[in-house]
């Protein structure tokens, strides 16, 4: 795991040193909007409940020729939901969370329409790396006759549940009736674009779109089904 997020920074930091020193840096702050999209057959398709976050991280944009530029950078990305599983003999809740890096790899545009004030349209691919997938749980119920009432936290990368006070045993009975469409890949490569504005030089506000082009799905199930992530965003940002 620590391997592969220096490979991400290492990509990232060189994008930004092989791009003109003269380009605008800056950082970005925005609320994130996401949620997944599962395909388990051929007539069947779902969402699954929306998550909210917020993305922050640093960006770097390099003119081409006039309006024209490509913008890059290394952004952390927090998303959360409420969780509510119904299983036989359980009452189940909780909260979803997923923590990512990103790297935004985006054409962009700018209409000047005054000196203190331009429209631009951005598009482009984002490479994203799943840091963590969490479900924490909170469980209670009875098995023949044994009240059961504890904490577990559910991996969805590694498709485990673990527990400090509830016995081995029981765990794995519940993690049987879990939902098994949530075992996912760290990787993803989203596709998307937006609009936004720049105001007096230094201030840019923006809001896009971004769709999954991979399937999150992995294992067995990547052959029964896709998992795919989209994602809707507004940020506003400081160039200096």
Known sequence: MKSIVKIIAAVAAGIFLTLDMSAGNGVE????????????????????SPMSGFQVGLMKDMNIVAGLSLQSGLTYSYLNSAEKEEVPMFNITGSYTEHMLNIPIQVKYTFDIIPAFGVYVFAGPTLSLGLAAT?????????????????????????????????????????????????????????????GVNIIKFVTVKG??????????KGDLANAGKLNRMQYYISVGLTF
Do not use: C, W
């Open 29 to 48: 702050i925005g609320y994130l909007h996401s949620s997944y999209r599962t395909n388990l057959n051929s007539d069947e398709m779902k969402t699954s």
């Open 135 to 195: 479900t924490k749980l909170s469980v209670s119920g009875s098995i023949a006759g044994n009240t059961l009432e504890g904490n577990l936290k559910y991996n969805a990368y590694t498709n485990k549940l673990k527990s400090d006070n509830i016995p081995d045993e029981y765990v794995n009975l519940v993690n049987q009736y879990l939902p098994q469409d949530r075992v996912m890949n760290r990787f993803d490569v989203l596709m998307g674009g937006g609009v």
């Open 208 to 217: 896009g779109f971004d769709y999954g082009l991979l399937n999150r799905l």
